[in-house]
């Protein structure tokens, strides 16, 4: 399995950013890949946090456009939302002091266990300091 993080979904969703076309052709091959895909809920939440925004980039999204784009995502490109395992929080804790996690990184940290606990090998990003942990491999599919 591979999750996709934030910014890959903000690319593909907004076509002003320079990144947009290599996000499309490379969400579009992620479509035709046997393994399955999905987003991680806390990167779901995020995309729309960021698109919607009122000071996003000329015009922000609307609930209607973010909504639509991501239930495209989801029914065309047959991806799935990846929700924390049990007893998430506890194991968020136990990492992040395990691993001397401090201030945003633990964002990082909850979307990368959110992954794990959903059988993903694959995280793609195209955030160059995303956070690594062990048993989960991080690809930028636009370098």
């Not at 969400?27 to 806390?42: K, S, T, Y």
Request: charge should be negative; glycine fraction near 10%; hydrophobic fraction near 45%.
């Amino acid at each position: 399995m591979i999750a996709l993080d934030t910014n890959l979904l903000v690319y593909a969703h907004r076509s002003a950013y320079p990144e947009h076309k290599a996000t499309v052709c490379a969400l579009e091959g992620l479509f035709q890949r046997p393994e399955g895909w999905g987003i991680p809920l806390f990167c779901f939440s995020e995309f729309w946090s960021l698109v919607t925004h009122p000071k996003m980039g000329n015009r922000p999204s609307s609930p209607v456009e973010a909504g639509g784009f991501l239930s495209f995502m989801l029914k065309d490109g047959e991806g799935l939302i990846f929700s924390p395992g049990i007893e998430f929080s506890f194991r968020l804790m136990q990492t992040a002091s395990d691993l001397k996690i401090t201030g945003t990184k633990i964002f990082d940290l909850q979307i990368a266990l959110t992954a794990v606990d959903n059988g993903v090998k694959e995280l793609w990003t195209h955030d160059q300091g995303f956070l690594k942990i062990p048993g989960l491999r991080i690809f930028d599919p636009l370098a």
